[in-house]
T-cell receptor, first 114, second 114 residues
C-alpha cells in the first residue's frame, strides 16, 4: 500500500537553528499538507500546497515557516529560526484530489527544540 | 471561535464489547467529517467519513452517526479488539472551501481490556 514517508523521524535542535523536515508524498497525489501536533494536544493544520504554491495556511504558519517542492518527489517544511514552542510532531499528508477525499498521513517527524 | 471537541478523553472497554466515541463540533458550516485513528508512533489513519447530507454511514465494524441538530458526531466500533486501542480524532472541514483544511478534535484514548 502506498505511503507517505517522512524524514527524520526525530530531530533535536538548538533554539534559533534552522530545521528542514522532509516528506515524500504518494506519487500520484497532487495536494500536499503539513500538520503539527504538540504533545498531548490536537493535530493542527499548518499549510496546504497545490500546483507549486500555497493554497491555504493557518495563523501558525508565520514568516518563520516555508514549504517547497524542490523536485518531483519531495515536499519540505523549513523552520527558519526555531523556538521552544516549535517542539512538536510534524505530519506531512497528501491527497489525490481536493475536497471530500482521504488524506494519507506520514508517521511524523518529532522536532525537539532545546 | 469555531472548534471541534471530544466529550471523553479516555474510554476503556472490554474486548468484544462495542465502543462509542463522541465528538461535538461547533462550526455549523462544516459539511464533511472524518474519523481518524492514531496509534502510538504513527500518523493519523483514516477510518470513515460522512457528509452532512447523511445521518449514518457504515464501514467494516465501524459506524459513524451525524446529528446536525445538536452538532454531534459519534464513532461506533463493533466487537472491539485489542488492535483498536489507539487515540481517535474527529475532524471537520468545509468542502466548498476546498476541503483541504481539516480541523481536528482533541482526541479520545480508547483502551481495550482483555
Amino acid at each position: 500500500e502506498p505511503e507517505v514517508t517522512q524524514t527524520p523521524s526525530h530531530q533535536v535542535t538548538q533554539m534559533g537553528q534552522e530545521v528542514i523536515l522532509r516528506c515524500v508524498p504518494i506519487s500520484n497525489h497532487l495536494y500536499f499538507y503539513w500538520y503539527r501536533q504538540i504533545l498531548g494536544q490536537k493535530v493542527e493544520f499548518l499549510v496546504s500546497f497545490y500546483n507549486n504554491e500555497i493554497s491555504e495556511k493557518s495563523e501558525i504558519f508565520d514568516d518563520q515557516f516555508s514549504v517547497e517542492r524542490p523536485d518531483g518527489s519531495n515536499f519540505t517544511l523549513k523552520i527558519r529560526s526555531t523556538k521552544l514552542e516549535d517542539s512538536a510532531m510534524y505530519f506531512c499528508a497528501s491527497s489525490q484530489y481536493s475536497g471530500a477525499n482521504v488524506l494519507t498521513f506520514g508517521a511524523g517527524s518529532r522536532l525537539t527544540v532545546l | 471561535g469555531e472548534s471541534v471537541g471530544l466529550h471523553l478523553p479516555t474510554l476503556s472497554v472490554q474486548e468484544g464489547d462495542n465502543s462509542i466515541i463522541n465528538c461535538a463540533y461547533s462550526n455549523s458550516a462544516s459539511d464533511y467529517f472524518i474519523w481518524y485513528k492514531q496509534e502510538s508512533g504513527k500518523g493519523p489513519q483514516f477510518i470513515i467519513d460522512i457528509r452532512s447530507n447523511m445521518d449514518k454511514r457504515q464501514g467494516q465494524r465501524v459506524t459513524v452517526l451525524l446529528n446536525k441538530t445538536v452538532k454531534h458526531l459519534s464513532l461506533q466500533i463493533a466487537a472491539t479488539q485489542p488492535g483498536d486501542s489507539a487515540v481517535y480524532f474527529c475532524a471537520e472541514t468545509i468542502l466548498t472551501g476546498g476541503g483541504n483544511k481539516l480541523t481536528f478534535g482533541t482526541g479520545t484514548q480508547l483502551k481495550v481490556e482483555l
